[in-house]
């Protein structure tokens, strides 16, 4: 299967044709245009630090309904606690680079390069990324981050400072 070369208009190819892993592209930026239009289409960039830029479009795809998530009582007990403050779009930034240095601290490496800080921190100054920040008084201990269309959040990376669920 052929992985498509980007040039600088903003079209993708048709996601049905990504190869067996998902990739569909090679190439392009991280504009804001580029970036919405990508997720309009199914489409994400995910490339590791100094390679090109790789769109993928993996089928199928992972989603979570609300309606029918599951919290264990565990959770639900911590939760009822009062343990942590969950808020919302309160610290994109640092949410974003702590999913970036978790990472990278563990061993793992991470896609999240300052490049792609820049463009998602420009998106949710767009109202179209958005962060959910878990506190431990004014302690930032855990969070997640994703891109917003529509009726459909897609998360991209969290992290986690605490073991929140103690035995």
Request: hydrophobic content about 35%; charged content about 20%; proline content about 7%.
């Amino acid at each position: 299967m052929p992985v498509y070369l980007l040039s600088r208009d903003l079209s993708f190819p048709p996601p049905e044709i990504a190869d067996k892993s998902g990739l569909l592209a090679v190439g392009g930026d991280l504009s804001t245009s580029r970036l919405i239009w990508a997720y309009s289409q199914g489409i994400f960039p995910w490339y590791n630090p100094g390679e090109p830029i790789c769109w993928w479009s993996p089928d199928p795809r992972l989603i979570l309904e609300p309606a029918n998530l599951h919290v264990s009582r565990r959770t639900e007990r911590i939760i009822r606690q009062g343990r942590f403050q969950v808020t919302l779009d309160r610290a994109f930034r640092e949410v974003i680079r702590a999913c970036s240095e978790t990472r990278v601290k563990s061993g793992e490496g991470s896609w999240i390069t300052p490049e792609m800080i820049e463009a998602y921190t420009e998106l949710h100054y767009l109202g179209r990324t958005h962060s959910v920040e878990t506190w431990q008084g004014d302690r930032l201990v855990g969070g997640l981050y994703g891109m917003s269309m529509g009726r459909v959040f897609f998360g991209e990376s969290m992290f986690t400072k605490v073991q929140m669920l103690q035995k």
